[in-house]
């Protein structure tokens, strides 16, 4: 066997259990035309670290998905596991792909198909029992594990899929579209569940998704990607407070909830009249989201807000929130007010105007 290729410039990716540098794929449509899916990525993942990659349809996330599970081959750039480029068939061992369908053979018990894949790729080895066993329980699935898969309720189902890709102790954990579309109480314990194995295992999950609630509940950063390039990438709770580009907007919106109603947008307009309301776009995040700033400034220059739109809540373990206010428009106040919300570490957009 080859020794895997070592990098050219380690340094850039070193400390990192999964990297890309500047990572090109393109695929050739049957029409013969070129379709470009990643455009230059470069991005680490490091050991333990939970991280979420969000993007439009056609963006890009399945070709990244496929790469990073050394699937498929970059056109050009590299994929480096532990600072060690990835060849065709390489690294795979500590990387596992759980996808949106579980795909569970039916008349078996799921003991003996976690068995097997454990097996597949680890052999038969002294502690598989008490290992599978140990999974089963972290996962709250102990009590099915002689059931047969068909047997299963869409929960159990899910988490025995969760199982066999953990079955081989994979370093990385990538799932794609694996929480979307669930029932939310299922999704709820899913989520739990993956949070545990984080925990107590220590592998890392790399969270492909259009699924706001499994981003905030999980992971600690996110990368945003739009045709084939990551535009925008940070912690969650600024990322998804402080969206910068057009996309992450519109997942900060999914995600807080901060959405104007079609109707109060018909009359916004861009000056204030005299006896309107301006609607304001505030953001919480780090230490200014524990604080009651809002009751204050509102207190302190005698003004009543109503709020339209928001919540409150964490991403990645950090509090964070997001609020659509209407406030008194009227000078001097709204200036004052705009300029203390900004002293005290909000984030502040204004909207627009209504009368
Ligand atoms: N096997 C393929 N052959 C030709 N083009 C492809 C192939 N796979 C992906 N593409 C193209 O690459 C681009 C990115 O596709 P990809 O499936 O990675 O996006 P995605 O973000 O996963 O989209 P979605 O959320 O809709 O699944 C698209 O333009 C797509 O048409």
Redesign the pocket.
Known sequence: MNAPLRLAHPPAISGSLLAFANVHKA?R?RDGRE?I?LDGVSFELASGEVLALI?S???????FASLAAGIEQPSAGVIAIDGAEIGAGGGRRDIALLGSRPDLPHSRPVREIVTERRERTLGATYDAVRKIDRLLDLLEIGDDADRYADELSDGARRKAALACALAAEPRLLILDEATSALDPEIEETFLAALSRVNAQTGVSILLITHDMTAVTALASRVLVLDAGRIVEQGATAKIFAHPAHAVTRRFAAAATGAVLPPFIVDKLSDTPSAGGRALVRLAFEGPAATKPVLTNVARELGFDLGIVAGSLGAAGGEPYGVLIVAAPADEPYFTAAVERLEDAGLGVEVLGFVA
């Open positions: 695929y449509s379709r899916a993007g349809a056609a963006s890009g996330k399945s070709a």
